[in-house]
Every structure is written in C-alpha cells, then in structure tokens.
C-alpha cells in the first residue's frame, strides 16, 4: 500500500434508471491508489448495473464518474469524466473489466484471446497493416511477447495454443483476467471473478489477484458473492442493496454493521 494515497476512481451521486424503474440511487464511491475494493450485495441489488455505468456500457441517469489515471510527470488531473464515454475509449483510458458470464472467443486460442485485448495499446492504422514496415511488424510481436507474458502471470503459458472453449472454466476465468491486464489498465474491474469456482480455485483466485496488485500496481474493483474472499482480500468494502450503499467501510467495519447482516451476510450464512 502507497503511503499517501490518491483517488483513482470517484463517483459521485449516481443514478440509472431504466423507464420508471430506478436501478441505481445516488451512489457514491471511490477506490484509492493501492486498494482492492469489494462491492457487495444481495443479488438484484444493482452491482452489475453500477459496474455497466462506468465502464461505459450504460450512461448514468444522473450523477459524474470521474477517473483519474496515471499521473503525468508527478502531476495529477483533474479527472476525467467517463459518464457516457463509449466502452473502447474507457478501456484505453485504463479501466479494464471482466464478466460475470465469460466473454471470451471460443474459437480463438488462449494466446489469441490475451492478444485482442493488448491490440489497444497499438499504433498502426490500416496503411500500416496493409504495407507491414518494420515498425508495424515490431508492434506486431511486441503484442505476441507481451500477450504470452500474460498468460504466464496467471499460470496459463502452457494452454498458449489451446482454443480458449477447451480450457476448464477456472482457466477461462483466469484468461479473461490475463486479457484485461494486457490492456496495462490502471485499476481492473472484477465481475464476480469467483463464481463457479471451487474452494481451491477461490483460494488461487485470491493469491493472484494479491499478487498482481503488487506486481502491476493496480488498483481492483470487484463485485463477489464468496464473504470468505471478500473479507480477507478487501481493503474497503461498498454493500449495496435496492440500488443503494447502505454501508462501506473496512471488512471489520461492515461485517458488524445490523443492516449489513440483516441484508446480506445473515442471508448468506442461511444459504
């Protein structure tokens, strides 16, 4: 952890509303140099929806996401604002996501997979895919080296070639987190990185993304269900419910907050 942390993401009353239904009510958050923040919550209680608002899948009804990435010449912004930004342009901003259902190409090998997402760091336009100089070809193998490099750091180096729809699902899981860091995102976005995974393959998950917050200096976001991974990996923790925060605070703080326990924790130690 950065001794004097800044913001790196800020929202600010934010709300969505999908016709008369309001899916989002005035939500404030922030995640700070250095951290992994957990957003958790009842199922239907709006995490994905907040997730889909800033990374420009959805554009918030009211409110202002603000991102600020890294620092040019030890100098901060003032932020940029994201609201309404289309999703291309927040990921090469430096916000990069993972989802709840695996997007990965099925038909694509693993290697393939880490590639498309490094392309947006890339520089040649179509004059120079189509006359392939000597730049555009080094470009070209700075992805491969890089894309592989990936994969190495979450343990998949050896899959490289496999079609990504043959890997178990916690190596497809653990591709899509490769494919968001070869974006060299500054904070990455975690959507329920641990569903359908086994105590074992919840436990790895959790080493690694220790390790690549270390490794890479990058702040996570992530919306979890597992509490035993939430609370031993989290710095700070938003619990929402019907489209609000009704608690943040550090893992300690919220697991002994009433409303916490009533909305969320007593109903998953009934399950």
Do not use: W
Request: with cysteine; charged share 25%.
């Amino acid at each position: 952890m950065e001794q004097t942390q800044r913001a790196v993401l800020t929202v600010r009353n934010m709300s969505m509303n999908f016709g008369g239904l309001r899916a989002l009510s005035e939500v404030d958050l922030e995640v700070r140099t250095g951290e992994v923040v957990a957003l958790i919550g009842p199922n239907g209680a709006g995490k994905t929806t907040f997730f889909n608002c800033i990374t420009g899948i959805y554009t918030p009804t009211e409110g202002e996401v603000l991102a600020f990435p890294q620092p040019v010449e030890g100098k901060v912004g003032k932020g940029v604002r994201i609201n309404g930004m289309r999703t291309n342009l927040v990921c090469e901003l430096g916000m990069a996501r993972t989802f709840q259902n695996i997007r990965l190409f099925p038909s694509m090998t693993a290697l393939e997979n880490v590639m498309i997402g490094r392309h947006c760091r890339t520089r040649a336009g179509v004059l120079g895919a189509v006359l392939r100089g000597a730049k555009t070809r080094r470009e070209e193998q700075e992805v491969v080296d890089v894309s592989y490099q990936m994969l190495k750091k979450v343990g998949l180096e050896s899959v490289a070639g496999e079609y990504s729809r043959n890997l178990p699902y916690g190596a497809q899981r653990r591709l899509e987190i490769a494919r968001a860091l070869a974006t060299d995102p500054f904070l990455l976005l975690l959507d329920e990185p641990a569903a359908g995974m086994n105590p074992q393959e919840t436990l790895e998950l959790k080493e690694m993304v220790i390790r690549i917050r270390e490794e890479f200096q990058v702040c996570v976001l992530l919306i979890e269900h597992d509490m035993k991974m939430v609370m031993s990996l989290s710095d700070r923790i938003y619990v929402m419910e019907y489209g609000r925060v009704i608690s943040t605070g550090t893992p300690a703080q919220v697991s002994a907050d009433p409303q916490v326990i009533r909305a969320y924790l007593g109903e998953e130690s009934d399950a």
